[in-house]
């Protein structure tokens, strides 16, 4: 058996959570702070907010629509989180048949 130090420093924690819907509607991003930073949902628009160590402003809303959101808006999205958090969608994490 081989054993392999690593310190505490070098492992990876997971600074989010991907969620998807069960109807595959919407789809959230938990951030480790606690805080929904993202959702996006087809029938209600998009919200992509601060999260906890961003710097407070008059609004915790970075990009955010409301209104059915369609295929171009999830392009929009996944850039915005992209932009924002770093975060990295498939573009097959919805589908739009």
Known sequence: ??????????I??????????????TVWINGN?????????????IDVHRS???QKAGTECLYCTHGK???DDWTIFRAEVLRHHGVV????????A
Request: a negative charge; charged letters at 30%; aromatic letters at 12%.
């Open 69 to 71: 959101a369609d295929v």
């Open 12 to 25: 990876q924690f997971d600074r989010y959570e991907i969620v998807v819907s069960g109807s595959g509607g």
């Open 33 to 45: 702070d606690g805080l929904c930073w993202a959702r996006f949902s087809k029938r209600f628009g």
């Open 89 to 96: 969608l498939d573009a097959d994490t919805l589908s739009f």
């Open 1 to 10: 058996m081989k054993h392999v130090h690593v310190e505490d420093e070098d």
């Open 52 to 54: 906890a160590s961003m």
